[in-house]
């Protein structure tokens, strides 16, 4: 069955950086596109940043220019490079496929805090 682990988040200052990760397993890996997704408190689940197969990337404006998406089709392996973090940043972060198949992980919480 598709399965995601994240890890990766925490507590950090405004202008910190995290870098999470997700592995995933129970289908081509390989073959499919990616995405980061989030969901800060008392709001729907929305997506962050994609990744292609060949590697081709989109970001959401609010990630474009201090986050990085990259993947790692050996390890089956998604990871989200965070810089410049914001409190408006804080949420819960999941990674699926794009668009998003099968069950959520339990994703890793990101809490930017002074």
């Known amino acids: 069955q598709v399965q995601f682990m994240e890890s990766g988040g925490g507590l950090v200052q405004p202008g910190g950086s995290l870098r999470l990760s997700c592995s995933a397993s129970?289908?081509?890996?390989?073959?499919?596109?990616l995405g980061w997704y989030r969901q800060a408190p008392g709001k729907h689940r929305i997506v962050v940043a994609t990744?292609?197969?060949?590697?081709?990337?989109t970001y959401e404006d609010f990630a474009r220019g201090r986050f990085t998406i990259s993947r790692d089709n050996t390890e089956k392996t998604v990871s989200l490079e965070m810089n410049d973090l914001k409190p408006e940043d804080t949420a819960v972060y999941y990674c699926?496929?794009?668009?998003?198949?099968?069950?959520w992980g339990q994703g890793t919480q990101v809490t930017v805090s002074a």
């Open positions: 129970g289908f081509s890996f390989s073959i499919r596109s």
């Open positions: 699926n496929q794009q668009p998003p198949f099968g069950s």
């Open positions: 990744i292609t197969s060949g590697g081709d990337t």
